[in-house]
């Protein structure tokens, strides 16, 4: 067929090719057949598509992306960025992971077949996050090297416990010896000057979290692969956009990180950064290459990125190279979404490999004993950020109990532990919420994922706990002892089991019913998972107790 | 040392730093430490090397090269180039291939250790080049399988068979195959249109033949990596480099493909591609980058083609970015050369496997008997090009015998087989060399490298091949039955064991002998040795008799 000598299966004719491998657009007719480009120019095929005019490009690709912030199946998550014309995604499935261990990289692995969308997964690489919480599995390097080989494992996830890498320990080293020469993704918020070199001189090649342009500098310079991210939260590539020139380019991906199915579809995936960097006044063909080519070549995803004899034929369709609103999007040749309806298969869900709602927990330890003086630690809320500071208050006090305090904004903060039946619970007091009354509870709760609960009583908190337990996980507002609104998420408890819309509504309900508890924080139950989250500063609560995230360690409630 | 808790071992300071990562040129210290950098910023080392501001770059790299081409020894090339600034190059050892098969390979890989330049090998594709030829060995897809995994190894080499593969032989297919995800060069000339789309659909990804824009871009938009070649001859970068933007500079190297000792040493190796590209118009970051950091990851040499932590020290220092020349070259944060002059070590030479002359052969069998009429096929020569011309001529014949004729620039061309002592012997007559009196040989002659020469009667051919086995290969210029010069190239039949200066002078000793003997040619010698490639049109001599080269099949001398 490449040789003109019989028809292909399927011609593109009358294209303008966004061709990233010459860095220009040229009119081409490409012919495909078996899935793959078998050839561009003047073929003849069983079946022609005129695209008149039309621009093709490669499908986007998503260079570091957590699906389980969709709360997503992988089918329903398809859905979502296919009609935005996703073509591959770079996962790190590190939710699953602290759930479920080896079992639920498996379980991903399984569960992202037969899609129109490649998925290819960096191993998790800080499973648990740190020893002062109680996740579902611990992953070891040694684990690691099991499951590298893959051919769908194209490296090692965020290295996030940097300073251990810069130092040298070895539990770290191994893990990137462990990558064999596959990629190895870091996670280095603010680090720069020497600490950063070591860093990159451990193995690391790559970075997500730079949020200004200095330290993006400095990663780019010392040969880091620069993956400009746009989630739901945050946002950077306004801020690193002044960095990237057609001289360094090819050093730079897209990635999201975090997104929520609502945002993923009304605001878009990878076609949403090309759209905003052609605004911020990159060249059109620069950003489609860093959407495609680039995050292909860094993570060596083989036949993918590119329009040419080989590639697979992962195509996206548009009419305006500014606007760039993706009208059809092809998979190995078959039109899977047009005009932002999805049209691929929905192969039924796999099931996970086990239960992960094991609680054993006495609600009589949700209450505090107050001492006679003294302040206590609150953790207080910084709105839109992961980090929290910790704040001195007298507590209000009923009954010799330390209860919430609703006229100063003091919640009750609750985790039990749901992996191992361990029985631990944690209890600390949170502010920022703004809760009046009720509560809301989680088990989104990065990163070990156990229940969280953010409370104005116990009543509702453990009403709240027992409703999450019912439905195997998921997010939950109660009032007044009802459930005001839920979202199921019986998958790990991380994941919906329901349609892509039927997320998004719950998601809106949950968010309403928690705005009219009171909250005004923009994603409540978002703040409400990073709560427990041990390794980021200053004070959190896990099932383990408070703690003190700045030096990593326990601490007591009182000061 | 990378967190600069102790003092690293040397610190290049006040560098103007050529950051082929960044896509910028900016001021920075560099710290080295077990000849890696270990980091760029401000650092304290044991040894410093104040720099004052002068440029600090990666050292170049060839991305395609027959080293054989240089008729010199590992040792001796890393004299003829380091001072130029070449810190890697990546070889073809399709002669040593032919002449020695896997041995000869795997002399190369040993006889290139421990020298301050680092080679890496892409194996032989195609040998023998045809049918047609007796070369000293043959190289299956198996022999290529198994020398793939060396770490050293970075691909299968030029695949000039092209239409057996874009036809798709499977013996072609194979040796694809045993790249395992390596590299896989290409070889194209003037391939274009659909056949070059079959040709990448194989699994092609690079090609150095581009003579013409067109052929170029049409290689460049299949996505096949462009090796930019400026040789002793082949000399490309002028026609290709309007078609170098900085949206596709990423997708092309520099490489030599076949340079001259002498020509290495006076103009330069991949630093004259370099100031060439400049004076073209390309902007100086993006020449450097062609022949640093792209071709390192095209080739995937790990650790190569920049400056950042975890790169090896291969450092070039220069005072003018435009001028660009090569002050000094590091190799692992050691000087070895300065001013031109190379300050490295010269290992001892390391024997060859085996003896490759081996030669059977009749004088008698160099004379041809005349017929009573019909003219004769004559191989024409076009100056500067390896294709040849088909003439036909009335022979002078002397006592029934057809016999050189000076009058007409006719000569008798004699090709002796020199590995299997099989005792074959071609003859044909050629024009062009102009010779007056006595004859030249080689036994460089692509691809087999049997014994070739040419000349004005037998007893100086025969004198020729005497001195060719005495020599145990190597080149020659003979008159009246006396050498007049003479370059010995024991090894292998291909290379000289003399230091580079000797090479230099025996050569320019050579060319000079045989314009004193009447040719006017500008390289006679690579001239011969282009008369016994049988894949290149019109008409070619080997050791099996007159090439019909453009049918591949044997001739007759009467038309």
């Known amino acids: 067929m490449a040789r003109g000598e019989e028809p292909a299966e399927l011609l593109f004719k009358n294209a303008r090719l966004v061709n990233v491998l010459s860095g220009e657009i040229h009119k081409a007719n490409i012919a495909v057949a078996d899935g793959r480009v078998v050839g561009v120019g003047d073929y003849e095929a069983e079946k022609v598509i005129d695209l008149a005019g039309a621009y093709l490009a490669p499908s986007f690709i998503d260079g570091h992306f957590h699906v389980e912030s969709s709360m997503l199946t992988m089918p329903e998550f398809a859905r979502a960025v296919v009609p935005h014309g996703t073509g591959a995604v770079v996962i790190d499935p590190h939710e699953y992971a602290n759930v479920l261990g080896l079992d639920g990289i498996r379980y991903v692995l399984e569960s992202s077949k037969n899609l129109p969308l490649d998925f290819f997964i960096m191993l998790p690489s800080c499973v648990p996050a740190t020893h002062l919480e109680t996740a579902g599995a611990r992953l070891t390097a040694d684990d690691l090297a099991l499951m590298i080989a893959d051919e769908r494992v194209a490296g090692v996830a965020e290295l996030m416990n940097y300073p251990g890498v810069y130092l040298g320990q070895e539990s770290e080293l191994a893990k990137i010896r462990a990558g064999k020469g596959k990629a190895i993704d870091g996670h280095a918020p603010g680090l720069k000057g020497k600490n950063l070199n070591a860093y990159v001189l451990a193995g690391v090649r790559s970075d997500h979290e730079s949020t200004e342009l200095d330290e993006a500098e400095q990663k780019l310079r010392l040969g880091m692969h620069l993956l400009l991210r746009e989630g739901s939260t945050e946002r950077n590539l306004a801020t690193l956009a002044p ?3 057609t001289h360094n380019s090819m050093n730079c991906s897209f990635a999201t990180d975090d997104k929520l199915a609502g945002d993923l579809v009304s605001e878009g995936h990878i076609d949403h950064c090309v759209r905003k960097a052609i605004k911020l006044g990159m060249p059109p063909i620069t950003a489609i290459q860093i959407a495609t080519i680039n995050v292909a070549r860094h993570y060596r995803l083989r036949n993918f990125g590119a329009i040419a004899p080989r590639f697979w034929a992962d195509f996206v369709v548009f009419d305006d190279l500014k606007k760039l609103v993706v009208r059809q999007t092809y998979k190995k040749g078959l039109l899977v979404a047009e005009n932002g309806k999805y049209l691929g298969t929905s192969p039924e869900i796999v099931p996970q490999p086990r ?11 949700f209450e505090v004993k107050a001492q006679k003086t003294g302040k206590i630690k609150v953790i207080e809320i910084v709105p839109e950020q992961i980090v929290t500071k910790q704040v001195l208050v007298s507590p209000k006090v009923v009954a010799g109990k330390i209860v919430a305090d609703t006229a ?9 532990e749901r ?3 361990t029985g631990n619970v944690g209890v600390g007091f949170v502010r920022g919420f703004k809760l009046k009354y009720g509560a809301i509870g989680s088990t989104v709760a990065h990163d070990a994922h156990n229940v969280v609960v953010a409370g104005t009583n116990d009543a ?4 709240a706990i027992v409703e999450l337990e019912k439905m195997r996980g998921g997010l939950v507002a109660v009032a007044h002892g009802k459930v005001k609104a839920a979202l199921a998420l019986p998958i790990a408890g991380l994941v919906s089991d329901q349609p892509l819309a039927e997320v998004i509504r719950c998601m809106d309900a949950l968010n309403a019913a928690a705005a009219k508890m009171g909250s005004d924080l923009e994603a409540p139950f978002m703040t409400l998972s990073f709560l427990s989250l041990s390794p980021i500063p200053e004070l959190k609560l896990t099932d383990q107790g408070l703690i003190d995230a700045v030096h990593l360690q326990k601490t007591t409630l009182y000061a």
Chains 1, 2 share one sequence.
């Not at 509702?460 to 009403?463: A, G, M, N, S, T």
């Open 419 to 421: 992996h191992r039946a």
């Open 460 to 463: 509702d908190i453990k009403r």
């Open 408 to 416: 100063r904004d003091i919640l009750k903060l609750v985790v039990v």
């Open 243 to 245: 960095l990237i020139t």
């Open 355 to 365: 239960s992960t709602m094991n609680l054993r927990y006495q609600a009589a330890n």
